[in-house]
């Protein structure tokens, strides 16, 4: 079954400084991937998804995220961190339930940003 | 932009007590999910369903959980009796029917205390 391992439950950058995210997944099959991120008390927002197209997928705010069969990775990455960055961010595949089409999450990761 | 409904907000409810969630998909959305997310921790699947039909709720605690989409609309999570481990955020998110490739979108939640 598929599944994702999110990897440091909290990273702490400086504002300005790179962000990253590490997120591995496990699939027999070429996987939906995904990033969302949730702020206190809210649902989830999509920043990104993988389907099998590009291998470097281009998201909202900044992130992008790269897919590398060879590594089974699909990491979160953003050059320069703001603030309003600070937020949950989960990994997530497609499919990893009975029906094939459920997301199946990661543990997430807490990302914290100081000035 | 097109959203998810969910209500209520928030919920405090007493132990042994019965408590229901509501959710409306957006229109045309074949595909409905619920999740629970434990404070600190990635959402998990409780059900699954294709219109009006379940497909899956493996995950499901069935001695006091319950799910229905009579018309395969609107959906409704009832939770008989509630114990004090039941207090999470309750996710509701609809998709296409062709799956989730195409994107999923998430409510804001039911904030569930159970005291």
């Known amino acids: 079954a598929q599944s994702v391992t999110q990897l440091g439950s909290h990273v702490s950058v400086s504002e300005g400084a790179l962000v990253l995210l590490r997120c591995n997944y496990s699939s027999s099959v070429p996987p939906y991937l995904f990033w969302y991120v949730q702020y206190p008390n809210q649902g989830l927002q999509l920043l990104l998804k993988?389907?099998?197209?590009?291998?470097l997928v281009k998201g909202i705010n900044g992130f992008e995220a790269e897919f590398k069969k060879s590594e089974t990775s699909f990491h979160l990455t953003k050059p320069s961190a703001h603030m309003s960055d600070a937020a949950e961010y989960f990994c997530a595949v497609m499919g990893g339930n009975q029906a094939g089409t459920a997301l199946i999450f990661g543990k997430g990761t807490t990302l914290s940003v100081s000035s | 932009e097109a959203e998810v409904a969910q209500s209520p907000r928030y919920k405090i409810t007493e132990k042994s007590q019965a408590v229901a969630f509501w959710c409306d998909p957006i229109s045309g959305h074949a595909t409905l999910y619920w999740y629970r997310q434990i404070l600190g921790q990635g959402p998990e699947l409780l059900v699954q369903f294709q219109d009006e039909s379940v497909v899956d709720d493996s995950q499901l605690p069935k001695d006091r959980f319950s799910a229905e989409r009579l018309k395969g609309v609107d959906s409704t999570l009832k939770i008989q009796p509630a114990e004090l481990g039941d207090s999470a955020m309750y996710l509701c998110?609809?998709?296409?029917?062709?799956?989730?490739?195409?994107?999923?979108?998430f409510g804001s939640g039911t904030r569930l205390t159970v005291v």
């Open positions: 998110a609809s998709s296409q029917r062709t799956g989730g490739a195409n994107g999923y979108t």
């Open positions: 993988y389907t099998s197209a590009a291998t």
